[in-house]
């Protein structure tokens, strides 16, 4: 929704055009989004049947045992194939179709009673994470439980999201799912857990205990191993959408595993229309806080900006309390978008409403200002990943080959990487600060948003009257 009052952008027959042309983009996304309510709905009650015939499947099981061993021994493989067409996958406003599973041909997930509990890790937004040790192998893993948003509605998408990228994905740099387990009462459908491989530190906590900041040389291999994650899942057409310092994981041996896949999604090319509210706000990109509705893979580079900047001064870079004050640190850091700089921005739903400064600063300028030690190349790289222009922001190839790498001091081999205590091994912690990712169904509002306000002595004219900007 937008301010009654009038856009000082929107004064000419151009703009009153473009007013009415937004009116008629803004009933077919309310179309759009009463035929993605519409398929939600099939889905969760086609996810309900199926959990309901799991449950079913699983009394059948217990009852027959020679049903079981006639089953083959291993867990067919859902997801799709590197050769899949993904962009059938992201299209949403594709009618749903039940999916029906011909019965006999799957194994039965293993009980979490295989399982014991060595210790909590976390409690997070979706999950709860705790250490355990597989009773029978001995294996030490990481036991995350799904939340379920309402139970009735059958497994929250956020978890099929997961459980679905996690299952397709191989990768050193990203965190092996082992299996699925699900808890003895199988009537309750809150009992699903992931069993993932478990690491001993993720980066937040590690950052915030350290006595000294990581070398140089550390933060590259660091930046090195979670952009190959990230190159992974950009050429298999998913975003991650949830980068962030707590979902990086590091074990003793200095390898960095991408975690937190419940915000994951395919795209296509070109990108379809996605909802805006994702990504956690302190690593959320300038496109995504302007409503685009199409975007892509520059939203994880941006994160990965943010951790870079995160894992030098070991402090989030960019901790805005709300969307509009998350933009405004951002203006502040990164410099005000131009129509030069970032053609159309103007255009996002959300940037009309914006009154910015007319002389901005420049690009690149307070960056560098804000990390003196950066070499040349560092300090160009970092600016490039806080580009506000997402075009502008080099993919994940253009990152792993930047001149920055190439430069003394070279990075660190993983096995020379210094270890750490873990607390993840040893005890409860307390509870993050970190904000969580955007919960789904929840839109901030956005209100009374005067941006020449942080810009003091920099817009003298622009100053009073005003104006509200939401989120839509
Ligand atoms: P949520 O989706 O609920 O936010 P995450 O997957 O982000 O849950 O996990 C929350 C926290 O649990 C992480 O920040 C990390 O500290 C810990 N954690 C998650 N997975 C593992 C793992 N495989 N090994 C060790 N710790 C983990």
Not at 17 to 39: F, G, M, T, V
Not at 434 to 444: L, M
């Amino acid at each position: 929704m937008y301010s009654k009052l009038k856009s000082r952008w929107a004064d000419n027959e151009g703009d009153v055009a473009l007013d009415a042309q937004r009116k008629r983009e803004k009933e077919d996304r309310k179309r759009a989004k009463a035929e993605k309510h519409r398929q939600a709905d099939e889905a969760a009650a086609a996810a309900a049947a199926q959990a309901a015939a799991a449950v079913e499947e699983r009394k059948q099981q217990e009852q027959s045992h020679q049903e079981l061993a006639s089953r083959p021994s291993k867990r067919r493989k859902l997801s799709p194939g590197p050769a899949a067409n993904r962009q059938d996958i992201a299209k949403e406003t594709v009618p749903a179709k039940l999916l029906r599973f011909p019965g006999g041909q799957w194994k039965k997930c293993r009980s979490v009673e295989d399982y014991e509990k060595l210790n909590d890790i976390e409690e997070g937004a979706y999950g709860w994470v705790s250490r355990a040790k597989d009773t029978t192998t001995g294996k030490v893993v990481a036991l995350k439980r799904l939340k379920m948003d309402n139970a009735t509605d059958g497994v929250p998408v956020t978890g099929l999201r997961e459980i679905q990228t996690l299952m397709y994905c191989s990768h050193p740099n990203i965190v092996a799912l082992q299996e699925v387990v699900v808890g003895e009462d199988v009537s309750k459908i809150e009992n699903i857990f992931l069993v993932l491989d478990f690491l001993e530190h993720d980066l937040k906590t590690l950052l915030e205990d350290m006595n000294e900041p990581f070398l140089t040389s550390e933060i590259k291999t660091l930046l090195l191993q979670l952009t190959s994650g990230v190159s992974y899942l950009h050429t298999n057409w998913i975003l991650h959408r949830d980068l962030k310092s707590s979902n990086l994981l590091l074990n003793n041996r200095g390898v960095l595993k991408i975690a937190d896949f419940g915000m994951a999604r395919y795209f296509g090319d070109p990108p379809p229309k996605m909802t805006q509210l994702v990504v956690t706000l302190w690593y959320r990109a300038p496109e995504l806080l302007l409503g685009a509705e199409k975007y892509g893979t520059a939203v994880d580079m941006w994160s990965i900006g943010c951790i870079f900047g995160e894992l030098l001064t070991r402090e989030p870079l960019l901790q805005g309390k709300n969307e509009v004050d998350e933009l405004s640190k951002i203006f502040e850091l990164c410099g005000i978008p131009t129509e030069v700089s970032w053609p159309g921005f103007k255009r996002l739903p959300n940037a009309r409403s914006l009154r910015l400064p007319k002389n901005p600063i420049s690009q690149g300028a307070v960056i560098r200002a804000k990390f003196p030690l950066l070499t040349t190349a560092g300090s160009a790289l970092l600016v490039s990943m806080l580009e506000l222009n997402p075009a502008k922001r080099p993919n994940a190839q253009e990152f792993l080959e930047h001149a920055f790498f190439k430069e003394d001091p070279k990075p660190k081999s993983t096995a020379m990487f210094p270890t750490f205590p873990s607390k993840a091994g040893q005890e409860k912690r307390r509870k993050r600060v970190t904000p969580n990712a955007p919960v789904r169904g929840k839109v901030p509002e956005l209100k009374a948003t005067d941006f020449s306000g942080i810009f003091s002595g920099r817009e003298d004219e622009e100053k009073g009257g005003g104006f509200s900007l939401k989120l839509i």
